[in-house]
């Protein structure tokens, strides 16, 4: 079936610094891609709508700025956590629709602790 | 963005019993889906359904799409413990996906 492949799973950085996560498609196409972050025990929230060859959609409340996203392929997007600080500690998930958006698998999640 | 109404918020159950949840919206979707999220990772999709009205079975799950398109249940027959976790629902038209809030399934052996 499709994959959909989040990298790091794991990744700790220190306060000030910037962090890439990346989400790749695996064995198929994907123009969309939407970035989530989830908080311990609720539900996912939509940050941003990834869309290949122009600019992200960002749900109202997500700075822009902090959460830089690009989709430079119709395989892979990235979300860089800008000037991370502890309250970006978080679980971030990637998901991407099918062809024809029937679809939608999720990366495994990338679990930021800023410290 | 906007989430689905997905209910119930948790279950606890025995095991061997059978469980429902379900997802209401006030717009239309053109698919449904049914995901379970472990513990640390991401959603894996369990049932996706195509057309109002489809029942489809995955092993003890059985998942239907509302006749008004509004709608989706999930069922699970004859419980176990690995069936603890985080069960999504998420309506898809598109590019656009809503999600519900989530049922926290708990089995008790």
């Known amino acids: 079936g499709a994959v959909v492949s989040q990298h790091p799973s794991r990744v700790i950085c220190k306060s000030g610094t910037s962090v890439k996560i990346e989400c790749r498609s695996l064995?198929?196409?994907?123009?969309?891609m939407f970035w989530y972050r989830q908080f311990p025990k609720q539900s996912l929230m939509l940050m941003a709508t990834?869309?290949?060859?122009?600019?992200?959609?960002?749900e109202q409340g997500v700075e822009k700025d902090k959460f830089l996203i690009n989709h430079a392929s119709l395989t892979l997007s990235t979300l860089t956590v800008t000037s991370a600080h502890p309250e970006d500690s978080s679980f971030y998930i990637c998901?991407?629709?099918?062809?024809?958006?029937?679809?939608?698998?999720f990366g495994q999640g990338t679990r930021l602790t800023v410290v | 963005g906007q989430q689905l109404n997905q209910s119930p918020q948790s279950m606890f159950i025995q095991e061997g019993e059978d469980v429902s949840m379900n997802c209401t919206s006030s717009?239309?979707?053109?698919?449904w889906l049914w995901y379970k999220q472990d513990p640390g990772e991401g959603p894996v999709l369990l049932i996706a359904?195509?057309?109002?009205?489809e029942l489809t079975s995955n092993g003890r799950l059985t998942a239907q799409f509302g006749i008004t398109r509004k709608d989706s249940f999930l069922n699970i027959s004859a419980s176990i413990p690995s069936d603890v976790g985080i069960y999504f629902c998420?309506?898809?038209?598109?590019?656009?996906?809503?999600f519900g809030a989530g049922t926290r399934l708990t089995v008790k052996p």
């Open positions: 998901s991407a629709p099918t062809p024809g958006g029937t679809e939608a698998f």
């Open positions: 064995d198929f196409q994907a123009t969309t």
């Open positions: 359904l195509y057309k109002a009205g």
């Open positions: 990834s869309n290949e060859g122009s600019k992200a959609t960002y």
């Open positions: 717009s239309i979707f053109n698919t």
């Open positions: 998420a309506g898809h038209n598109n590019n656009d996906m809503r």
